[in-house]
């Protein structure tokens, strides 16, 4: 392949992603037979993407996108891209998709099963991670993409699948007896996706833990039957059966959660790590020990059991729902912010992993 593009992409430090670099390196403005090159529009970086960076290794993300340097990782971010070269029949030049991307300003894919609705990218080193996150959406077919709607989708759209799964994982299981569910983080978008969920079942009390500079935006949603700040856990009632989904990681937390609530918890689903200054193992706890849930593995079974076109009209139908107090006139739960540019992106990503970014907003970011 000839090397006339430049292609600049971000890394992080494995141990530390709060260290990034620019590096550059060079893409073929004519892509080898199988390939297409991607230029990456823009992409969405929250809180989730933190999490892939903590859970890089034992999850596989940093396998998505090979960094130059092995301590070094790429963290995949979801966005729009368009294709500016192709040696794929079916891909034309100009087509826009929509999927799991690097941070970086371009991407070459070896499109696999490619058909109306896009492809999947059949690159040897994807091959063993998790389909879902190798397929490319095709803009012009994808039934649940809006053109004035695209920050909210590169935002919104995964963690709420997440959030949805999350839901449907604990109504498969019975709610493991429990009556009441206790999420951590709960201003973060993939929380307060899974209350809104929780929030419409009957008989399910829902109750967020929040810091306190967050107490207002949260006890605002109106998808948390309670909101408590960390320092007031101990005001749960440990009489009632409850489960705990975990999308901070915050070791001091899950303790103190845990011995607050001891026999009456059922269940303890770890999610995420947007507190990942304060991870810690898990050690010894009162109650039943940290699951960690893998929304894949949620995809794979309700696909089996209902078909894939099920699953994704339920999935529609939920996010029709959540998309209304999102972006309600009044008081929306979302308010975007752009950043273009290497420095200005490099600014954001730095306020996200430092967990100082506002609930509120949602960070769209562009490298080009």
Request: glycine fraction near 8%; charge should be negative.
């Amino acid at each position: 392949m000839s090397t006339h593009t430049p292609e600049y992409a971000i890394e992080f430090d494995k141990k530390n992603p709060a260290v990034m670099r620019q590096v550059s390196a060079a893409l073929g403005d004519t892509p080898e037979l199988g390939e297409v090159l991607l230029r990456i529009e823009h992409f969405a970086f929250t809180a989730n993407n933190v999490t892939y960076a903590m859970f890089g290794d034992a999850m596989h993300y940093w396998q998505f996108f090979p960094a130059t340097d092995p301590a070094w990782g790429v963290i995949p971010v979801w966005g729009f891209a368009t294709v500016v070269a192709s040696a794929v029949e079916g891909i034309a030049v100009g087509e826009r998709f929509y999927g799991y991307l690097p941070t970086a300003t371009h991407l070459i894919v070896q499109p696999d099963r490619v058909n109306a609705g896009g492809f999947v990218d059949g690159a040897d080193h994807r091959a063993t991670l998790p389909a879902v996150y190798n397929q490319y959406l095709r803009c012009s077919t994808d039934p649940g993409y809006h053109p004035k709607r695209e920050a909210e989708q590169m935002i919104l759209r995964p963690l709420f699948f997440t959030s949805f799964l999350i839901d449907d994982f604990l109504d498969d299981n019975g709610f493991f007896g429990a009556e009441r569910v206790i999420l951590s983080s709960a201003s973060s978008k993939t929380a307060y996706g899974t209350a809104f969920c929780l929030s419409q079942r009957k008989n399910i009390e829902v109750v967020g833990l929040t810091s306190a500079k967050n107490l207002d935006f949260v006890r605002a949603l109106g998808c948390y039957h309670q909101v408590l700040t960390y320092d007031e856990i101990d005001a749960l009632s440990p009489t009632i059966a409850s489960v705990y989904v975990d999308f901070s990681g915050n070791a001091d937390v899950r303790r103190a959660l845990h011995t607050q609530v001891a026999d009456g918890l059922k269940y303890s689903a770890s999610i995420g790590g947007t507190d990942w200054q304060h991870l810690g193992k898990v050690g010894e706890l009162p109650g039943p020990r940290p699951t960690l849930f893998f929304a894949p593995s949620q995809i794979k079974k309700r696909s089996a059991e209902w078909g894939n076109a099920t699953l994704m009209g339920r999935l529609a139908a939920a996010w029709q729902s959540f998309m209304v107090p999102v972006t309600r006139p009044d008081q929306p739960w979302l308010q975007i912010v752009h950043a273009k540019g290497p420095a200005a992106s490099l600014a954001a990503m730095t306020e996200v992993i430092a967990g100082k970014a506002k609930p509120e907003e949602g960070h769209v970011l562009s490298l080009g």
